[in-house]
């Protein structure tokens, strides 16, 4: 059993930046890969980023391609989305995932891939 606790949620304002982290705890903690979702209230939950435990290989949604990088502590089992100059549209709650099983290839932002989700952690960004 893999659990995930997320971590640095908060209030900022516009153009700030924050940093979210994810430590995994459970039995010999080996990915395929990790990512970051986000969820609005009333709206489906959205692909943020992933990457691959082992290569580090890196995707990004559109929305936030060259503002958010995702990242790994592998001796930490701890995976980081570093969020620069936030916008009031990624108000949201962030969760981490988790793809241990099954096909370890595929569309790497499809939520249905992931078998262990994090409580989520309230990021609010201000005007």
């Known amino acids: 059993q893999v659990q995930l606790v997320e971590s640095g949620g908060g209030l900022v304002q516009a153009g700030d930046s924050l940093t979210l982290s994810c430590a995994a705890s459970?039995?010999?903690?080996?990915?395929?890969?990790m990512a970051w979702f986000r969820q609005d209230p009333g709206k489906s939950r959205e692909f943020v980023a992933a990457?691959?435990?082992?290569?580090?290989?890196?995707v990004y949604a559109d929305s936030v391609k060259g503002r958010f990088t995702i990242s790994r502590d592998v001796a930490k089992n701890t995976v980081y989305l570093q969020m620069n100059s936030l916008k009031l549209e990624d108000t949201a709650v962030y969760y981490c995932a988790a793809h241990t099983t099954g096909d370890p290839h595929g569309d790497s932002s499809s939520a249905g891939r992931y078998d262990f989700w994090g409580q989520g952690t309230q990021v609010t960004v201000s005007s």
């Open positions: 459970g039995h010999t903690f080996s990915p395929y890969r």
């Open positions: 990457l691959s435990w082992s290569g580090g290989t890196t």
